[in-house]
């Protein structure tokens, strides 16, 4: 149907309108020649005059925020081990940009790109007159309106703000005379290469990649300083519309988008015939790989780097990434900073693959296992393993439950520990000015709450049964060295120790070493907290909720002569651009440590814990060789749970295994340990000794590989 005269009249008037702002912004920008600025004045000054008055209300300042770039985690040896990112990008100098990327992308998106000052008038005023003749639909933006458009838009995303978002690409006059006017601005203040290095950094390219250096990285495995021709071009092609064209996805499509950008080039003489047809030759060659986001893609560290990111966003160590935990998540996934670990890759794989191979993740037997090693004198964690797939998702065989740390860390609310408890009570017998050499009575009998005391004062049973523990590992019994006792675990014998002791003084050497509960318990106090509870004649048998890392780094505490140190995962944390290590780091702790026990203590506890693998409950594993070793078994009632911690003077292993339990109608319910097969071996009982110490000495005998053989304080 043919226009009517009022329509074409309000047309006709649209377009004089646009065209005098276009006229306006054009003589503030430089970018239009007096002949055609007279003419168009003198037609449309009406429309000139209101289109100034509308120009100049629009904003014209741009707040140019950092930009969202990738976060990456690092092995103690430089090596990368996970990523993190809303947006993948890696912001980088113009100089390290191929040049031919450079001049593909100006000539496809703005070929008068250095001749104008911000806005393309020709463009406009072609785009405006066919857009309202209905003859195309066209948008004619320069790289910087362009660039103006991103910042706007990445603004948005940044704040959560999905009004602005959707302003900020609009197809609307409004949003594009604010364009303009901006364009002009960042063109007074930027050199035409700032504005192209800018523009680089910012713009989709598809699959959560932003700017050029990801973007090379994801589809060609290469820097963008090292990208061909036909390469460049395809990227720049993708700029438009990033998901249509990509390369992966829709080869088909990207190659002939690639080729209008060819053709383009070729246009311009911009490239020679020889290099153009040589590049269109060529198929499309994706060979680089979507970057991993996350724990979940980051392999064998998936539980280690977990922990990393809780201890990040929880501890108010790293305050410096933001005021709260929510402000420093969102900080590390868009940040760009360098996270510099502990974890040594060689003994992680080892640690992974001695769990894994001692209990597979589906086993028919339900089992997990978690290993995790930390360096005496430092605190550091060299490893950190378990025998699931790291996985937000349930499954057979997966969990994200870190059974190797505190709830408040992404982990389980920790195991009963049994006998590997033991050592601390030694510790407290010792420090206390008692000997190995003294005998105690390991006669099995009931003990009465009066028999102990705690800060002083004797418990009360409050009416229950006398206290009446039993053996799980060593049978002995009647009288026997306290050495004997720890050698071959013997309960009864340990109640006997402790019935002399204070049970506050056993819990104080406990926590001087670093051992706590692994999620807050109010059993023996007002309120739930992490404290050792001092109420329960059994404390000395491990009936306590306690996870891994903190066992590892307690006995590490007697690997170092008596000195504790907190665990430590992260050493370096740098911000974008800088190097690890330079002053421009955030700050980040070093190793806290400090003194828990007498050298002579911790030198009696490790002469008892050697003679555990020698003769005693782990003689059927033995101590490495050559290196002097010490550790402890523990068995829990049932058995429930089972352990192996040891150490030698340079690391430290804590090993749990057991059934990690389900929860059925609200209740935790798990098996215990007897008569089950596990990896097709038969157990009619599972002790500390069956699977976890063989796991912990596969792992040692890795940590230990490339250290000397040192003797134990």
Known sequence: MNATRPDLARGTFRVLFLLAVFVVISVLSGGLASGLVM?????????????VSFFDSLPSALTEPPLMQTTRMLAANGAPIAYFYDENRVEIPLDKVAPVMQAALVAIEDSRFFQHGGIDVRGVVRAAVNNEAGRSTQGASTLTQQYVKNVLLEQAVASGDRVAAQNAVAKNTARKLREMKIAITIEQKLTKPQVLERYLNIASFGEQTYGVEAASLLYFGIHASELDLAQAATLAGMVQEPSTNDPRLHPETARARRDVVLARMLQLGVVKQADYQK??????????????????????????????????????????????????????MRGGYTITTTVDPRVESVAVRSVFDAIPPTDS???????????????????????????????????SVNYSTDTAFGGSSGFQTGSSF??????????????????????QRDFPFSDFTACGSHLSNRGAAPYAPGNSEGRETGQMSVLDATVNSVNVAYVDMESQLDLCDIAGVA?????HLAAPDRTCKDKATQSLPTCLPSLTLGVLNIAPLTMAAAYAGFASGGIYCEPMAVTGLAKPG????????????????????????????????QQVLSRGTAANVGPLDP?????????????????????????????????????????????????????????????????????WKNVMNEAMAELPAKDLP
């Open 39 to 51: 003419p168009a004045l003198s037609a449309t000054s009406a429309a000139v005059n209101g289109g």
């Open 279 to 332: 590049a269109h030759d060529e198929p499309i060659k994706v060979t680089g790989k979507p970057l991993p986001n996350g724990c979940a893609n980051a392999g064998n560290y998936g539980y280690f780097c977990d922990y990393v990111l809780n201890v990040l966003e929880k501890s108010p160590d790293f305050t410096a990434l933001g005021s709260t935990p929510v402000e420093r998540k969102t900080n590390l």
């Open 365 to 399: 037997s339900g089992l997990a296992t978690a290993a995790v090693t930390v360096e005496p004198g430092t605190g550091k964690i060299i490893s950190m393993a378990q025998d699931r797939a790291y996985s937000v998702k349930p499954g057979r065989g997966m969990t």
């Open 422 to 443: 033991k050592p601390f009570t030694l510790a407290a017998w010792l420090a206390a000015g008692h000997s190995l050499n003294e005998s105690v009575d390991a006669t």
């Open 511 to 515: 926590e001087g070493l670093g051992v």
């Open 578 to 609: 800088s190097t690890p290590g330079s002053s421009a780091d955030l700050k980040v702790p070093g190793s806290r440590c400090k003194r828990a026990l007498d050298t002579d203590v911790a030198s009696g506890v490790s002469t008892a814990l």
């Open 627 to 695: 290196w002097p070793s010490a550790g402890k078994t523990g068995t829990t009632d049932g058995p429930k749970d089972t352990w192996f911690v040891g150490y030698t003077a340079q690391r430290s292993t804590a090993v749990w295994v057991a059934d990690p339990g389900r929860v059925v109608e609200g209740k935790l319910e798990r098996e215990t340990l007897k008569s089950i097969r596990v990896d097709g071996s038969w157990y009619g009982t599972v002790f500390g000794a069956s699977i976890a110490a063989p796991i």
